[in-house]
């Protein structure tokens, strides 16, 4: 079965649980609208317990609601999809000229269905007794899981508190338990381990490691049929590192196990895993991918895509792109849950611009990084349209995130560009402090247009390798040198950073255009020195045929050219 096949199986589960999860959320914020408005201690006693007596009556029957649907959809997936998959190896059976026993007939795998679906149900009512949310203390910040009824009464009674005690007003007391609420998702809390899932995560899992058992079955039942015991694992993209090494090629029933880990959670057909592995006969069957094919599409996945200065592999990107449906997820609740608490302001027009702008960063990502847009895992929560910001408050997010954005690059260009030049420097210090730092060496250059074209220079040079000496011995009047691809900067006498940034500047002009040995050569370097000391593009006749006199000061000895 293809990666897309399998991860529509779970969708009508999921939404269901996303329906409860709504549902309750916003019986939640209802208790508090009127436990809210009411302004005498009193009232809200009475108001209180009436509230959490009908939310428990309306709890309990919201949960009953959803289990029936979740057994009928288990119905289905456990006969449908199967018999699909059952079926799908038709032609296989014909083409070998084998018999493959009627779907119904098949009394091995009737039995296992009828134990999987039981199973299956059992594990949904299992998730539903134990709702809760998880929430974090205020104090320690640390997370604890609370029952439904307990994070209800917690809630509703905080945010009450609150309002009464005049600390904050109705708004922000709502504002708050909603951010709580979608933050946390409704949860299926294991209190043996404490362990918390989101409901719909849970719900995935519990289908899926069904399903799979069943799928496993009929595999291993057709390669018998077969006379064969290879198997052919699917290839897909985006796989985790861990099963993108082993995906695409053809194993015994044995490597199964052993390579790809079959039976494991993390493993083939374990927990999030969207792999699956069909039959395979020797000289008969044809591989979807050669190996050659399979190195050459991981190694494309592997190679980073970058977006707004940080880099995705294929992986990556796909880890990123469903973290984006998440958030996408929480500001329609928070949306949906604000307008149910009677807030029609300016809270609920900013958060429609804010989805607005996460949708569009969605868009724009998933272009990047040439990956398909999945929003029908964000609409599957079941609450259409909830977008439409005003168009200036839309603007003005737009505007402030794109300056964001902006700085962001540009913060990363600049740190990358730094880590690159340091790279290319050596200090030698022989007992003295050295003040002259990479830092402040790098924004020196960055002054003047012949500095900026030194650090290009530098920056694409990495056979470079810049020594900066401090008490370390040399010829007298000597402040630099250029030995190949080696240059020594002399810091105990050029003292300054700006004296070392010229000085720099002057060796690397030796290196850039291979000259030296000759007081013309001395007289191009010097000229380019001057630049960034008087911070000029461009020098007179006069300054040059002052350099050149200068030259022939310094260096008697060499020769014009
Ligand atoms: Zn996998």
């Not at 077969?226 to 985006?238: A, C, N, P, Q, S």
């Amino acid at each position: 079965m293809t990666q897309g096949g399998l991860e529509g199986i779970p969708i009508p589960l999921e939404k269901t649980m996303s329906n409860l999860e709504m549902r309750i959320m916003a019986d939640i914020v209802r208790a508090i609208k009127v436990n809210g408005f009411s302004t005498a201690k009193a009232d809200h006693q009475i108001q209180r317990m009436v509230q959490l007596g009908e939310s428990e009556i309306n709890v309990k029957k919201w949960i009953q609601e959803a289990l029936e649907v979740t057994d009928k959809e288990i119905e289905s997936i456990f006969s449908d999809d199967v018999y699909e998959q059952y079926y799908g190896y038709k032609r296989v059976y014909e083409e070998t000229d084998r018999r493959q026993i009627p779907f119904t007939e098949n009394l091995e795998l009737q039995a296992l269905l009828e134990s999987v679906r039981a199973q299956t149900k059992a594990e949904f009512r299992n998730l539903t007794n134990s709702l809760g949310f998880a929430i974090r203390a205020p104090g320690t910040g640390r997370i604890y899981n609370s029952p439904l009824m307990q994070f209800y009464r917690d809630t509703l009674d905080g945010a009450v508190l609150d309002i009464l005690s005049g600390s904050v007003n109705y708004n922000v007391a709502i504002g708050r338990a909603i951010n709580a609420m979608t933050n946390s998702g409704l949860r299926t809390i294991s209190y043996d381990t404490g362990h918390s899932n989101r409901v719909e995560v849970a719900a995935r899992r519990a289908i899926m490691t069904g399903f799979r058992q069943v799928q496993g079955k009929i595999n291993e039942q057709v390669a018998r049929d077969l006379g064969t015991d290879f198997y052919e694992v699917t290839y897909h993209m985006g796989a985790r590192p861990e099963h993108q090494v082993w995906q695409g090629r053809v194993y015994s029933y044995a490597q199964l196990q052993g390579i790809c880990g079959l039976g494991s959670v993390t493993g083939l057909h374990g927990a999030n895993c969207y792999h699956d592995y069909s039959p395979f006969i020797p000289g008969v069957s044809v591989r979807a991918y050669t190996d050659e094919q399979l190195v050459q599409m991981m190694e494309e996945e592997n190679i980073p895509k970058k977006y707004l200065g940080k880099e995705y592999t294929a992986y990556q990107a796909l880890q990123q792109q469903r973290q984006m449906e998440r958030n996408m997820r929480k500001t329609r609740q928070d949306i949906k849950l604000l307008q149910e608490g009677g807030d029609n302001d300016r809270s609920v027009v900013s958060k429609k611009a804010r989805y607005q702008l996460q949708m569009q960063q969605y868009k724009a990502f998933s272009k990047a990084m040439k990956l398909p847009e999945q929003m029908q895992r964000v609409y599957h929560d079941g609450l259409g349209k909830v977008g439409n910001g005003s168009s200036a408050a839309l603007k003005k997010q737009e505007k402030i995130q794109a300056v964001k954005n902006a700085e962001k690059e540009r913060n990363e260009n600049v740190k990358a560009r730094f880590s690159k030049f340091s790279d290319r420097f050596q200090t030698y210090n022989n007992g003295q402090k050295d003040i002259i730092t990479y830092r402040r060496l790098l924004n020196n250059l960055n002054k003047t247009s012949i500095g900026r074209e030194t650090v290009e220079y530098i920056l694409e040079h990495p056979e470079l390798e810049i020594q900066v000496c401090y008490g370390v011995d040399h010829q007298k009047n000597t402040l630099g040198e250029q030995l190949g691809d080696l240059i020594r900067i002399y810091a105990s006498d050029t003292k300054t950073v700006q004296r070392t940034a010229e000085v720099l500047i002057h060796e690397i002009t030796h290196h850039k255009y291979n000259i030296g040995e000759s007081q013309w050569a001395e007289s191009v370097c010097k000229a380019q020195e001057i630049k960034h000391k008087t911070n000029k593009e461009k020098l007179t006749g006069i300054e040059l045929r002052g350099i050149i006199k200068i030259v022939e000061e310094l260096y008697p000895t060499l020769p014009w050219r």
